[in-house]
């Protein structure tokens, strides 16, 4: 497969003391079936990828990064009950193939209630053309997941409610980016407008807007008197929000 590279968002800081060393997509809810429920996470740091995937215990689970259907080439990940191989799609209704090289390392894999809570690493970049290479920079990421279709290991393709696909933002972690805590955008999600609250200690902000394509649809000074911003005109989907006071900066994701 042709190596992906993530679409990076062309945010410029001026002071990096203020950045996280941890993106994160937060808890992505990929199933919400009673009994079946299925979640995953993705944080990144300068070192490597970790992967969390929250699921039923007792059949596989599946995570294609960088794709919007089994298209053949891309990316995906399963659980076999022992291992989570790295693997590639090789066509919608056809069982996606062991690479020559299996990079994740389980770190985790815990059961409790049948739920699997399984936790993985892996390098940003592995130099495998099959495999998906990460960014430690803001950006977005394009998911197909899958779980067994019943209680069982044996990877095989099924239709039905037991697959889809998403999209994720990777942000900041805001437990490490503590000048986020100094904004809100309310409502968000949103369709027509949103208002950015400052923090009492701030009064007014530089605000720049980028898509996930990295291009910046708007650039404005606010004030806490007048935050308001119209995005009717903004195409859907996932953006993010910059702000700059000072020399310090925050970034916040808005979807539309």
Do not use: C
């Not at 007792?58 to 919007?68: I, K, S, T, V």
């Not at 900041?172 to 949103?190: E, Q, R, W």
């Amino acid at each position: 497969m042709k190596k992906i590279t993530l679409a990076l968002f062309t945010l410029l800081v001026l002071n990096t003391s203020f950045f996280a060393q941890t993106n994160s997509t937060g808890t992505i809810n990929l199933s919400s079936t009673a009994g079946l429920e299925y979640s995953g996470k993705i944080d990144i740091t300068a070192s490597g990828v970790t992967l969390t995937l929250v699921g039923p215990s007792d059949r596989w689970l599946g995570l294609g990064f960088g794709a919007n259907t089994m298209t053949p080439g891309e990316d995906v990940v399963f659980f076999d009950g022992t291992n989570l191989t790295d693997r590639t799609f090789q066509g919608v209704g056809a069982t996606p193939t062991l690479d020559s090289n299996q990079d994740w390392s389980i770190t985790s894999n815990t059961v409790s209630s049948g739920v699997r809570t399984l936790v993985a690493t892996r390098s940003l970049d592995t130099g495998e053309t099959n495999d998906y290479v990460f960014s430690t920079t803001d950006t977005s990421i394009n998911l197909v997941w899958a779980r067994g279709n019943g209680a069982t290991f044996a990877l095989a393709y099924h239709g039905g409610s037991n697959r889809g696909i998403t999209s994720s933002g990777i942000t900041l972690g805001v437990d490490d980016f503590n000048f986020a805590n100094n904004f809100k955008i309310i409502p968000n999600p949103a369709s027509s407008k949103i208002n950015i609250q400052l923090s009492n200690s701030f009064k007014t902000a530089k605000v720049k807007v980028f898509n996930t394509l990295g291009k910046q649809v708007y650039n404005q000074s606010i004030s806490n008197i007048d935050s308001s911003l119209n995005v009717s005109n903004w195409s859907n989907g996932i953006y993010l929000i910059h702000l700059e006071i000072g020399d310090k900066s925050g970034t916040k994701r808005f979807i539309k």
